[in-house]
C-alpha cells in the first residue's frame, strides 16, 4: 500500500472477472490510494465485477456496452455528478467475433471489422473525448493494446488492425489533448489468459510461444500490466505522452527465436 494516487479519483473499464487485465490495473491503482469507478458489460457480468468492486471499496459501479453510445454518456453524466471531475480513465476492452480469429485475415467480413473497430478501437476515443471535458488538469489515460498491431500475429487477425488504428488515435489524442495537459498512452501486454484471450485461436500457442522467447524466458502477469499501467496514469509520469509501453517481458524486441529454444 502507498499514496502514489492518493486524491486522485478515476474509471477503469474493461473488468470482466479476476482474471481481467484491468482488474490487475485496479488493484495496482488501489493500493496506490486512488478513488474508483468501474464499469461492466451487462448484468451477468455486473454479478461477478460487484465483489471485485467493494474489494477495493468501489461504491461507483456502472454498466457501459460501448455498443450501446447512451451507456457511455450515462457514465460520464454519472461520474460529473458523484465527482464533478476526474483525474483518469483506463480504456481495457476488446471485442471481435471468434470465428474470424482464426484462418485467414483476408476472409474478414464487413460487419465484423466493422464492430471490432467500433469495439475495439474508436470506443477509447468516444471515451476520452467525454473523459477530457470533466478532467482535471494533469489527466490522464491509458489503452490496452498488443504488440499484433506491429507485427503479423496469426490468427489476431482484424484484431491486428483495429489495435493499430488503436495505437493511432493513442498519438492522435495525445496531440489533440497535450496543450489541456491531458496525457494518453497504451500499454502493450504480452499474452495473458484471459475471456478476451481465449477468444484468439491457438491463444495457447502463443502464449506458450512467447514464454520460451522472450528475453525473460516468462509471461507477464496482470499485477506486472497494472504496474506499468499505473506508472502511466501516476505523476510519475508527467512528461510522458503518446507513448506505446511494453509490458511483455521484451518479446518484442526479438528478431528471432531464442537459441536455446532453437537448439532443443
Ligand atoms: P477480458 O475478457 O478480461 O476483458 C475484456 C473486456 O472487454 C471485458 O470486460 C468485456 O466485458 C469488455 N467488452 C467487450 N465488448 C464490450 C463492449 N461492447 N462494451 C463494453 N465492454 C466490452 O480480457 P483482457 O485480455 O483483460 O482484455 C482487456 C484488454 O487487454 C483488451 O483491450 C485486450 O485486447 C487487451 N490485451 C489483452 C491481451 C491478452 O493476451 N489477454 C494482451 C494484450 C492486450
Known amino acids: 500500500m502507498g499514496d502514489l494516487m492518493k486524491g486522485k479519483r478515476g474509471l477503469v473499464m474493461g473488468v470482466a472477472n479476476h482474471n481481467s487485465i484491468a482488474w490487475g490495473v485496479t488493484k495496482a491503482l488501489a493500493g496506490q490510494g486512488a478513488e474508483l469507478a468501474l464499469t461492466y458489460q451487462g448484468d451477468a457480468f455486473g454479478k461477478r465485477v460487484r465483489p471485485l468492486a467493494e474489494e477495493v471499496g468501489c461504491n461507483l459501479l456502472m454498466n457501459c456496452d460501448v455498443e450501446d453510445i447512451s451507456t457511455v454518456d450515462e457514465v460520464f453524466a454519472t461520474l460529473e455528478r458523484e465527482w464533478g471531475k476526474i483525474d483518469f480513465v483506463v480504456h481495457a476492452l476488446a471485442f471481435s467475433d471468434k470465428n474470424e480469429l482464426k484462418g485467414l485475415y483476408a476472409d474478414t467480413t ?86 478476451a484471450g481465449a477468444g484468439v485461436s491457438d491463444a495457447r500457442l502463443m502464449l506458450n510461444y512467447q514464454r520460451r522467447n522472450s528475453p525473460m524466458r516468462r509471461n507477464v502477469t496482470i499485477d506486472e500490466v497494472g504496474g506499468a499501467t499505473l506508472y502511466l496514469l501516476s505523476d510519475l509520469a508527467n512528461g510522458v505522452t503518446g507513448e506505446v509501453h511494453y509490458v511483455d517481458a521484451g518479446y518484442n524486441i526479438m528478431s528471432m527465436p531464442a537459441l536455446d529454444e532453437l537448439k532443443t
Do not use: H, W
Open 110 to 195: 464487413r460487419e465484423n471489422f466493422v464492430r471490432t473497430m467500433v469495439i475495439s478501437c474508436f470506443s477509447f476515443t468516444e471515451i476520452a473525448r467525454r473523459a477530457a471535458r470533466i478532467m482535471n488538469n494533469g489527466g490522464s489515460l491509458a489503452t490496452l493494446t498488443y504488440d499484433g498491431s506491429q507485427r503479423v500475429m496469426p490468427n489476431y487477425n482484424v484484431m491486428g488492425v483495429a489495435k493499430a488504428a488503436l495505437e493511432a488515435s493513442v498519438r492522435y489524442l495525445a496531440a489533440d489533448f497535450g496543450p489541456r495537459n491531458i496525457r494518453v498512452n497504451g500499454v502493450s501486454a504480452g499474452p495473458v489468459r484471459t475471456l
